[in-house]
């Protein structure tokens, strides 16, 4: 079964450089949710987006955007970025409940990207 | 605003044993879910379990199983037959229900890591 996808799986950047992360959900999935999870910490919730347009948001810096396409892949554009930026960022994402057409409540989450800022 | 609460910040069980982990949560909501996910050394987020909370019977999966405490806000889970692959991190997490709406974030605990040994 197709899983969500998130690319880069890996990524070095320096301080105060921008980096994008990418996240494909699975097909006919139309919620995506971004999480950060630093090292040694629980993940937390930064932004979710159904049908493309922003849903909820979280504790996201103002130097971080993210948006959802019409193909429902969702990128997470980080600037200037930090030493404490460096983290393991989830993306997962939820189908429309067929019988609420309501996001379901199981989210499926991909392997991560893993950022690390020198 | 939603806290979980993991007060076990790691845990061991022999091969065959069985093992429980704690979680307890606030809330003003009525509706909502529960969770536990899994994060192996992989960094991978599996979801192990799930429970309504308008569901008054525990889930139950395979040697997986819950004990929630609606008036006690307490969601733990209990491991049977313990195996050297459920060595992991396990997260109890929250989402609260918005019906018509998609807000569904979860909030994570703290994480109890489990250690499995022969």
């Known amino acids: 079964a197709a899983g969500v996808i998130q690319s880069p799986r890996h990524l070095i950047k320096e301080k105060r450089e921008t980096a994008t992360l990418k996240c494909y959900p699975i097909?006919?999935?139309?919620?995506v949710y971004w999480y950060q999870q630093g090292p040694g910490q629980d993940p937390q919730f930064l932004i979710s987006?159904?049908?493309?347009?922003?849903?909820d948001k979280g504790s996201i810096p103002d130097r971080f955007s993210a948006q959802q396409f019409s193909d429902y892949h969702s990128e997470l554009n980080m600037s200037s970025l930090e030493l404490g930026d460096s983290a393991l960022y989830f993306c997962a994402s939820s189908p429309r409940d067929r019988d609420t057409s309501e996001s379901s409540y199981e989210q499926y989450f991909g392997p991560g990207t893993r950022l690390t800022v020198t | 605003a939603q806290t979980v609460t993991q007060s076990q910040p790691e845990m061991s069980v022999q091969e065959a044993e069985t093992v429980t982990l704690s979680c307890t949560y606030d809330t003003s909501e009525n509706n909502y879910y529960l969770f536990w996910y899994k994060q192996p050394p992989s960094r991978q987020m599996i979801l192990v379990i799930r429970q309504e909370a308008y569901k008054q019977q525990n889930a139950t999966e395979n040697r997986f199983s819950v004990n929630f405490q609606k008036a006690a806000k307490s969601f733990s889970l209990k491991i049977s037959d313990s195996q050297l692959g459920d060595t992991a991190m396990y997260f109890c997490?929250?989402?609260?229900?918005?019906?018509?709406?998609?807000?569904?974030?979860?909030?994570f605990g703290r994480g109890t890591q489990l250690t499995v040994w022969p």
């Open positions: 097909p006919r999935h139309d919620t």
């Open positions: 987006f159904y049908e493309k347009m922003q849903s």
């Open positions: 997490a929250f989402m609260k229900i918005n019906r018509g709406s998609t807000l569904g974030r979860l909030y």
